[in-house]
């Protein structure tokens, strides 16, 4: 009798381990694939910011009207510069 409670015992851990060791698996692919995701993500927005920044780069100036707006975008070129300078 006690063998048998034992053996049913020892049945349950070793499922509760298998189960445990399953979801222990799956949480760890799916960190990899939020991680993978979040790359992807990143790349994208540099992608983005990339061209919006090309975009102002490649404005010409002198069809701006406003010099405020026109100084703006000087300033804009100016950083954009800067940092892909470095």
Do not use: W
């Amino acid at each position: 009798m006690k063998r048998k409670i034992v053996d049913q015992t020892n049945s349950v851990i070793n499922t509760l381990e298998r189960g445990n060791n399953q979801f222990r698996e799956q949480l760890k692919k799916s960190s990899e694939q939020i991680q993978q995701h979040l790359v992807i993500q990143r790349q994208n927005y540099a992608l983005e910011e990339m061209k919006e920044e090309n975009k102002i780069l490649f404005c010409d100036l002198n069809s701006i009207e406003y010099p405020n707006v026109r100084e703006h975008f000087q300033a804009e070129k100016a950083r954009i510069l800067q940092k892909r300078s470095y």
